[in-house]
């Protein structure tokens, strides 16, 4: 890898944390972030973290072990805090060695970070934490690292941007604890701001999307590269009593959908036919299946394009490589002008 030694140094946390040459992670797209992008991010010096979602832990365990026999480099998984099994899935990480466990979704249970951090090969537990106050209470609770993600983010949101969280968060946690930003990342140059503030590196997710070795259908890299920023949507949320994560994705008859699928889970949950947590589980399974069909069958209509606003600086395929080393050397150029 091509020397880059202003933004090296200003990583060199996030580097020795992770295991890897690059602090730049790439954020867990469901059916995106599986092998083979994970192991091409972790091949090319960064770091992949596969995408369990809604998965079974057998499908979690066959996705692991395919992944390790395609990279010798490290890697994460990131488990959604809401999911049935996330006990056995964080067994299943366990038993593979896997070096860190990213946590999403929401508060972490009762007993998982310590799931994570005990038994006999224990990981680093990486949260997100949208706010200044949870992040030092997930700290307190035994986090490792954190992610702060604004709501250019593409995927579930928080209310709150970037820039800011990162205005709040960094000077206040970042000298004493590692602090990776993430959202709206599109250019090394903001790479290199962030990682001035006191940043150990960043989270990008739509830039790998549409990367070469992303499995993603044509088309769907196609509505990538033809759409702009403000095409990126946040999903509202239609029932006060169904407290919904926003969704930002590429606005189609699919987002529309989503709509009418809050309307159908309030109704269940009027009728009693439904407890809270399996209402946010249909949500969490609409999402995985709407994006599958976009992602997987190319239905870029009726299927969910999960994308950031740093969407409309994604104008063509590239390796994996490539997007590391360009985003490396605007973050040096950048640094070296200061």
């Not at 299943?92 to 972490?108: D, F, S, T």
Request: charged content about 20%; aromatic content about 4%; proline content about 4%.
């Amino acid at each position: 890898m091509t020397d880059y030694p202003k933004t090296s140094r200003l990583m060199q946390r996030g580097t020795e944390f992770l295991g890897c040459e690059t602090a730049i992670l790439c954020g867990a797209m469901s059916w995106v972030s599986e092998r083979h992008l994970v192991s091409a991010i972790s091949n090319a010096g960064g770091f992949g973290v596969i995408a369990c979602g809604a998965m079974t832990p057998e499908l979690l365990d066959a996705e692991i072990a395919a992944t390790r026999a395609m990279t010798d480099r490290p890697f994460g998984v990131n488990l959604i805090t809401m999911h049935p099994q996330l006990f056995d899935l964080i067994e299943v990480c366990g038993r593979h060695g896997v070096g860190h466990v990213v946590l999403a979704g929401g508060i972490p249970p009762k007993g998982s970070v310590e799931a994570i951090k005990g038994g006999a090969n224990p990981a680093k537990v990486i949260c997100f934490a949208p706010t200044l106050a949870l992040a030092k209470k997930l700290l307190r609770s035994g986090a490792d690292a954190l992610v702060i993600e604004g709501m250019e983010a593409g995927g579930h949101i928080g209310p709150v941007s970037t820039s800011v969280l990162a205005q709040e968060i960094l000077p206040e946690l970042a000298e004493e604890h590692l602090v990776f930003v993430a959202g709206g990342i599109g250019k090394g140059q903001a790479i290199a701001g962030y990682l001035e503030m006191g940043a150990a590196g960043v989270q990008l997710g739509t830039r790998f999307a549409c990367a070469t070795e992303s499995i993603a259908h044509p088309d769907f890299k196609k509505a990538f590269f033809r759409a702009s920023a403000r095409d990126a949507v946040a999903s509202v949320q239609v029932d006060a009593r169904l407290p919904v994560i926003p969704v930002r994705a590429l606005r189609n008859k699919g987002t529309e959908a989503f709509t009418a699928k809050q309307i159908e889970v309030a109704g269940m949950l009027d009728r009693e036919e439904v407890v809270m947590g399996e209402a946010q589980l249909q949500i969490e399974h609409y999402w995985a299946g709407a994006l599958r069909r976009a992602v997987i069958d190319g239905d870029v209509e009726g299927g969910s394009l999960m994308a950031g606003q740093s969407v409309g600086m994604v104008k063509e395929e590239e390796p994996v490589a490539q997007i590391i080393a360009t985003l490396m050397a605007e973050s040096e150029e950048a640094l070296s002008r200061r």
